[in-house]
């Protein structure tokens, strides 16, 4: 199997059935991609497939053959959004954590709030209250927070 990961052209001789989940853990020790459900219900293994967030949990490790995959560790550590998940405490236990940042990737320029919402409704947090994240994702886009609190809820 051969790829880009994390930007590296990468041959793999992984069984093309096995979870990609599991390959890039146990294979590639990228442990930052999370396993929550198992079932591609929570988000928290989510990576990039060509830029596209997929839930690696569900993906057979053929299907990334010629592809391009980034996962948490290709964002370098250093990235803005990883920086506000910490300020705005936007992370609690941590698991959806990795899986929200990667879904946030597809965003484009001035989301709305709506936007952002969409972009991480296949992402589950236990813990934190969406609020913090989306204010996370909002300050990571130079976009202002909406005025009412209520706003902010996973509910609206
Ligand atoms: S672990 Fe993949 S969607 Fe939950
Ligand atoms: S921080 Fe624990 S599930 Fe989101």
Wanted: charged letters at 20%.
């Amino acid at each position: 199997m051969q790829f880009v990961l994390n930007g590296k052209p990468t041959t793999l001789s992984a069984n093309p059935a096995a979870r990609l989940i599991d390959v890039l853990r146990e294979e590639c020790l990228l442990t930052g991609v999370k396993e929550g459900c198992g079932e591609g219900e929570c988000g928290a293994c989510t990576v990039l497939i060509d830029g596209e967030p997929v839930c690696s949990c569900i993906i057979p490790a053929g299907q990334v053959e010629g592809t391009e995959v980034v996962t948490i560790e290709g964002l370098g550590g250093n990235h803005p959004l990883q920086h506000l998940f910490m300020n705005e405490v936007g992370a609690q236990c941590g698991i959806c954590t990795p899986g929200m940042i990667m879904a946030a990737m597809k965003l484009g320029d001035a989301p709305t709030l709506d936007d952002i919402k969409t972009a991480l409704a296949g992402n589950l947090c236990r813990c934190t209250g969406y609020s913090a994240i989306y204010r996370a994702v909002l300050k990571w886009k130079g976009m202002p927070e909406p005025d009412t609190a209520g706003e902010m809820s996973v509910m609206e």
